[in-house]
């Protein structure tokens, strides 16, 4: 009697560490591996661009890259009006982002 009791104590151990281990995955596929892998899509981005590519910063002002510095940006947002702005504050604007996932969907 008291080993069946042992045997149905330990099932129910067992089956809450799975239920642990089950919501651990879930919260790393559906939250934790999508943001690394938009992190790691945005660094490449900010690596890749080069003179003439179109951004918007993260206070909302689109440009065009005019140079490539190691920290920053020097980016003209209308016909003589240039501005320096650090690499951590640039994302592709929608008009690229969305040529980009075009091209992406062309080569699959």
Do not use: C, H
Request: aromatic fraction near 8%; charged fraction near 20%; glycine fraction near 8%.
């Amino acid at each position: 009697m008291l080993n069946a009791i042992l045997l149905q104590a330990q099932g129910a151990a067992w089956t809450n560490i799975l239920m642990i281990v089950a919501l651990i995955a879930i919260f790393y596929f559906f939250m934790i591996r999508p943001q690394q892998k938009r992190q790691n899509d945005i660094r490449k981005f900010r690596e890749g661009l080069k003179a003439g590519d179109k951004i918007v910063t993260a206070g909302g002002i689109y440009g065009k890259v005019k140079a490539v510095n190691e920290n920053s940006f020097l980016v003209e947002i209308t016909d003589g009006v240039r501005i320096t702005v650090d690499k951590g504050s640039v994302y592709p604007s929608a008009q690229q982002a969305a040529q980009d996932a075009a091209q992406q969907a062309d080569k699959k």
